[in-house]
Every structure is written in structure tokens, then in C-alpha cells.
């Protein structure tokens, strides 16, 4: 069995060893449009921090390829795919047949039109490359702007505070990280922001700019407001990179491949996984699981893709934040809230419930019992008996009725 995939991510990575689980001798390949092996994005930010080094950034070490029979093509991309006679065109002029093939191109980063701006006047915070490019730049004392406030803007925001920049935060939204964070938690951390000497600039966002005779950006915000900076980083979020199968007849596009529950997209012997899946938050943990599963029903296997609760975890500047599923509904949607607010240590602890049962959770700085209750949540357990509980001090598995603590909650 010839297995191709396409991609180096981590959904890659769990997919080799999902069809090695199952199936020893066939041969792997990898195609990467890369010049690293699989590396986890996240770590660019500790990267750029100096918090690790190059040596760590890879997912596995060679060895691990070595050990699977993998071969890696570096620096190859995927520019055409024949369906019917199973094989990958390569950028080179080259040819790769495939029996099962994986797509997991991930995602690509969304760059909104910067008019009289060119690629080489800002950078954008999702790959090494990104912040190998970043690192030459960003010096102390340098202004940049980063323009988005999510989670890769984030991290942006602090590798460049981390490396001495004065950072401005310019955001469309009327918050922070508006998806995850409610108006308390979003104020919470601008203020938090603020105090470290972040700039927060809200419900503007940057049309475009120019260069100005001392080589600085000079950039136009909707507001009709004026900032200038050396650094202008572009962190407003990714895009499924479904490039390659644009033109690939029978394939269901809707914001990512749509896939069946087996992570198949329809065609022989072809499956997707990771950030690329339409429907699928990008998420780290997301792309594992379905790489693993893709992996194994490549090599044979009948296993069920179900798709739990988004799950972010995520630290800057030394404030914490876990979010699990449904985390800042608008009041009119009804949800039942549970929440705790102490200002001392700027600890934040909300619980969502629809009809007595959690749907989501957002915790900042304390996070005792968060793996309970996301069980809570992904196992939809009725909380009425226990309810008032749940965000008492201690709260825990003796507060659960004996048939959930010892059965499978208890495992």
C-alpha cells in the first residue's frame, strides 16, 4: 500500500502513526512545502521569545521517521492532484502515485487588502519562516502594531513585548478575542494589557499605509486615526488551504474539504484531516485526534470521527486563560451563567449551562478541576443535583453523585 500525505502538521504526524498501528510495511510520504519537519505551531512564539530553540521546535525527532519508514519531502509542494490515475503532481515537474492519500495542508493566514502596502511591509504569526523573518526586525526599543487581538495576535503581542517592542494592539471587534472571551473576562485582560504597557486599540482596524522617507510605516486605520511603527504584524487569523483541491471535480468545498464522519472526502481512497476540515475549529488537539483516526482508516480501519468542544489554552505576559466549548454567548441566547470574579490575582471562572447541563467554561488564572468539567461538558451530564456546587472552592468528583464518580467519570 502506497500512502501519501500532504501536509507537515501534526495532523500529519498522528496520521503516520495511525496507519502504522495498523499497517507495518506499506510506504509513507510525506510532502512538505516546508523546509522543517513537523514542528508545533505554537512553539513560534516561545521561539521568538527565546524560550526554546531550534533543536526543540520539531514535533519528533528524526528518529521517529526513521523508526516508521517515513520519507519526508522537504521543500516539495503538492500543485495538482488526478484523481483517476492516483497521483500527486509535484512543483518540480514530478509525479506521486498514491493508494490512500491524506490532505492536511492546514491552514493559510488571512491578509485583509493593505492598500499601497506589499508583502514585504508586514509579516504574518503562523509559521517558522514567519518568525525567523520576525526575528530580524524586532529589536528593544521598536514600535509595532499588531493588527488582531486573537489568539495568534496574542502571542504575536507578546514575543514582541517579550523582545523589547512597544506594541500596539489594533482590533475590529468591540473586544478582545471576541469568540472566546465574554465583555468581564475581554476587560479583564485589556486592562491587564494596558498595565504592561500594551496599547489596545478597539473597533478600528488598518486600511493600508505607506513608507515614509525614514523607512518607518505610516499606516491609515478606518477611524481616520494615524499610527507609525517599524513592525506591522498581520494576526488576524487563518483560512483552510484548500488550494489544491480548488479544481478537483466531486470535492464538497464549504470553508474547509467537508468530510464524512470517517474524515473521507468523497473521492477513492482519499481523506483530510487537521485545520483544512471545514467545521473544524484550528485547534491543536483537533488535528491530532483526526490525523490519528485518518491514519488508521487509510490503513483499513472503521473509526468514527466525533468532534468534542473547542478547548483553548493560552498564556501571555504571564496571565492564563483555559476556554472549553461555549464560553461568551451573548446574554439574548439565553444561557444560564455561573460566575466568579475576585480581583486579586485577576481570577475569572464562568460556567455556561443550557437546561441544567454545562456547554461551556472559561477560566483565567485559576483553573482547579478543569479537566472535570470539561467531562462535564463532553459527556453532557445533567449538574442539577450538584449544581450549586460547581464553583465552590474544592468542588470535585465527591460532589458528583456515586453512579458518575465511580462509573466513567471516574476512570
Not at 178 to 207: K, N, Y
Not at 256 to 273: F, K, M, R, T
Not at 380 to 400: A, E, M, R, Y
Request: glycine share 12%; net charge neutral.
Amino acid at each position: 500500500m502506497r500512502y501519501v500525505i500532504i501536509g507537515n502538521s501534526v495532523a500529519a504526524v498522528n496520521a503516520c502513526q495511525g496507519i502504522r498501528e495498523l499497517d507495518r510495511e506499506g510506504t509513507i510520504t510525506i510532502i512538505s512545502a516546508e523546509n522543517y519537519y513537523a514542528y508545533g505551531r505554537p512553539l513560534i512564539s516561545y521561539w521568538l521569545e527565546g524560550k526554546t530553540d531550534s533543536e526543540k521546535m520539531p514535533y519528533q525527532p528524526v528518529e521517529f521517521y526513521q523508526k516508521n519508514k517515513i520519507n519526508v519531502l522537504l521543500g516539495k509542494k503538492a500543485v495538482g492532484l488526478d484523481v483517476n490515475r492516483r497521483e500527486v503532481k509535484l512543483d518540480d515537474g514530478s509525479s506521486l502515485p498514491y493508494d490512500r492519500l491524506l490532505i492536511a495542508t492546514g491552514g493559510q493566514a488571512i491578509v485583509p487588502p493593505l492598500t499601497g502596502l506589499t508583502a514585504e511591509d508586514y509579516f504574518a504569526f503562523l509559521t517558522y519562516d514567519d518568525v525567523l523573518r520576525l526575528a530580524r526586525r524586532a529589536s528593544p526599543g521598536k514600535e509595532a502594531v499588531v493588527l488582531g487581538a486573537g489568539p495568534s495576535g496574542l502571542k504575536a503581542m507578546e514575543s514582541l513585548v517579550t523582545r523589547g517592542a512597544r506594541v500596539t494592539l489594533v482590533e475590529l471587534a468591540s473586544r478582545i478575542w471576541s469568540p472566546v472571551l465574554d465583555r468581564e473576562a475581554a476587560a479583564l485582560i485589556t486592562r491587564f494589557l494596558e498595565e504592561q504597557g500594551v496599547t489596545v486599540i478597539l473597533q478600528d482596524t488598518i486600511l493600508g499605509g505607506r513608507r515614509n522617507n525614514e523607512g518607518r510605516l505610516e499606516l491609515d486605520l478606518q477611524s481616520g486615526r494615524q499610527l507609525t511603527c517599524d513592525i506591522l504584524v498581520v494576526a488576524i487569523g487563518v483560512r483552510p488551504n484548500t488550494e489544491l483541491l480548488e479544481k478537483v471535480a466531486g470535492v464538497n468545498l464549504n470553508r474547509g474539504v467537508v468530510v464524512d464522519e470517517y474524515l473521507s472526502i468523497g473521492l477513492p481512497g482519499i481523506y483530510a484531516a487537521g485545520d483544512v476540515v471545514a467545521g473544524g475549529p484550528p485547534l491543536l488537539p483537533h488535528a491530532a485526534r483526526q490525523g490519528r483516526i485518518a491514519g488508521r482508516n487509510m490503513a483499513g480501519g472503521r473509526e468514527k470521527y466525533i468532534a468534542g468542544p473547542a478547548y483553548n489554552a493560552l498564556g501571555f505576559l504571564g496571565l492564563h486563560t483555559i476556554s472549553i466549548g461555549i464560553s461568551a454567548p451573548e446574554p439574548e441566547e439565553g444561557y444560564e451563567i455561573l460566575a466568579e470574579k475576585r480581583e486579586e490575582g485577576r481570577i475569572y471562572r464562568k460556567l455556561v449551562l443550557d437546561n441544567n447541563r454545562l456547554v461551556g467554561a472559561l477560566f483565567i488564572n485559576e483553573f482547579d478541576r478543569a479537566g472535570l468539567y470539561r467531562r462535564l461538558i463532553e459527556e453532557q451530564v445533567d449538574v442539577t443535583p450538584f449544581k450549586d456546587n460547581l464553583l465552590q472552592k474544592g468542588f470535585g468528583f465527591l460532589h458528583l453523585p456515586g453512579e458518575l464518580w465511580e462509573g466513567k467519570l471516574g476512570e
